[in-house]
């Protein structure tokens, strides 16, 4: 089945600068590479996504970018604010797949964005 | 307002009990989704549901089982509740199988004792 690596488990940034986050999938079926956001106590929520007929996507501050050769995207978030303090998960969607479509997400990364 | 509601938030539990978590979703959405999280795990998926009347089974199902009597709710339920199951237990939905935006709900806390 698809595994998904997600990088750094934690980062901090100073506000205003750029945070980067990286994760790696391993099945080549997958085309469909959504971001959550997850603040505490809440239940994750989409903030960007980026299928496979495309390379880069932007959404004001947020960007994200696929590699479908190396098998990586990432989450680029310039000028970051407090409020972007959050745990981010990625992850990937095959086409076909015996679970459902049921999305394979990355262990998380827990942003922290210091004033 | 539309959206998808767990019950309950949270809950504790003695090991050896039956326990059903509730998931109620109002935006007609066909495939439903059960995924716990743990601390440096992320999210594990437990059973889906790709339209009403099927199921299937996910990443860690030992333990658990579901139903999809109709489109709007999909229980979970614990037989017997072990403490390795204490983890916040998320439900989701999404329109269709594949590449759409999942829908989770606020989750529920699950404490076994």
């Known amino acids: 089945g698809e595994n998904v690596e997600q990088h750094p488990s934690t980062l901090s940034v100073q506000e205003g600068d750029s945070a980067v986050i990286k994760c790696t999938y391993s099945d080549s079926a997958s085309n469909y590479f959504p971001w959550y956001k997850q603040e505490l106590g809440k239940g994750p929520q989409l903030i960007i996504d980026?299928?496979?007929?495309?390379g880069e996507k932007k959404d004001q501050r947020i960007a994200v970018t696929l590699n479908k050769t190396a098998k990586h995207f990432s989450l680029h978030i310039t000028e970051t604010q407090p409020e972007d303090s959050a745990v981010y998960f990625c992850a990937a969607s095959p086409l076909f797949s015996n679970s459902g479509y049921a999305l394979n997400f990355g262990k998380g990364t827990s942003l922290l964005v210091t004033p | 307002i539309a959206g998808i509601t767990q019950a309950p938030t949270s809950q504790i539990l003695a090991a050896g009990r039956r326990m059903t978590l509730r998931c109620t979703q109002d935006m007609r959405h066909n495939a439903m989704y059960w995924y716990r999280q743990d601390l440096g795990l992320g999210l594990r998926l437990i059973h889906y549901s790709n339209t009403a009347g099927t199921t299937g089974k996910g990443e860690v199902p030992d333990g658990y089982s579901v139903s999809r009597a109709n489109t709007d709710d999909f229980p979970l339920t614990l037989a017997s509740a072990v403490p390795s199951q204490t983890s916040v237990y998320f439900c989701?939905?999404?329109?269709?199988?594949?590449?759409?935006?999942?829908?989770f709900g606020q989750g529920t806390r699950l404490t076994v004792v």
């Open positions: 980026i299928r496979s007929n495309v």
């Open positions: 989701a939905s999404t329109p269709r199988q594949g590449d759409t935006e999942a829908f």
